[in-house]
């Protein structure tokens, strides 16, 4: 059995607040740390320009109604967009080798599927619940055992998931609209205190019980020691298959709370998951630009995809094609690798 010792954070630099990543006098190392300095303030000064232009140019932007549309709509891009974060934490941020999860818009939608087809067969919110979850937990298993066992790369093994996962989806549906209603889409739909969605208050209670886990338990602690340094983890006995197969799991089950989520909100299962892939993937990258260390973490996932989902509704408000925001999604995610790819050549 696998003795779990108590890791303090000094074994870890990475967790520690980090030192000068560059050496002194080097007007370059110098360059580096202000941009890194002013990087978190630079993201929130951008997401409150973004705000004050649709503001100025749609007054309706700002109404609590249309706030609380936004988080509503961000309720399924972000629960998918935590999961990938849980992953990217724990199974390390190197895009072909560390973690990745490209399955999670497949597991969206045949999670979703597989709910509204039991709702149509007459099965009760518990049962068409469980099955939804229990499905997104065993393609998080899969992907798990394709990585573990079989040594596939994450970003192959994930994919070649994805696919299965789209197939199953159109073998249920047959690649049309299943429609859904039951008591729990009824309130998953409704409005809560504030006129904020229940979608919305859902979102906010998942990220901000992930982060509780991830910063003030041992957990979290463990988790991050794992992505960010693997070898150092084993050292202090800590189980890192375990942690890698773990975050997979809880990315698949949190693609399955999404699809009940996707139901909720459309009243329906509907084809077309797989293109949740891209603003999944922006999202989750985007965040790094939130963390004070350039890591993905829970929060600053949660403010990139409210930023995406204020730069849709706005453009939905100004009468701009949607379209554009998958291009700003696509600059996002090379301007977000580019950065830290600068960022290890100078550290």
Known sequence: MTRWLPVPPSAFPALAEPVSETAPGSSVARAV?????????????LILAVLAVFAVRAPSFLDPA???LILSQSAVLGTLSLGLTLVLIIGGTDVIGGGIDLSLAGTLGLSAAVFASLNQAGFGDPACVAAALGTG???GFVNAGAILLLRIPPLLATLAVMNICAGLELVLTENSTIPAASPLIDTLGATGPLDV???GYLLLALALGLAAALRFTPLGLRAEAVGGHPAAARVAGIATGRYVAGSYGTSGLLGGVAGIVSVAFLNSATGGASEMLLPVVATAFLGFMFSRRFVPTITGTLLATLFLGSLTNGFQLLHVSTYWVNGIEGAL????????RVRGRVA
């Open 33 to 45: 740390q202000v941009a890194y300095g002013l990087r978190g303030a630079g993201s929130l000064l």
């Open 66 to 68: 249309n706030l609380g």
């Open 137 to 139: 937990l065993a393609v």
């Open 197 to 199: 969605p229940i979608l």
């Open 333 to 340: 995610i090379l301007a977000v690798v580019g950065i830290g």
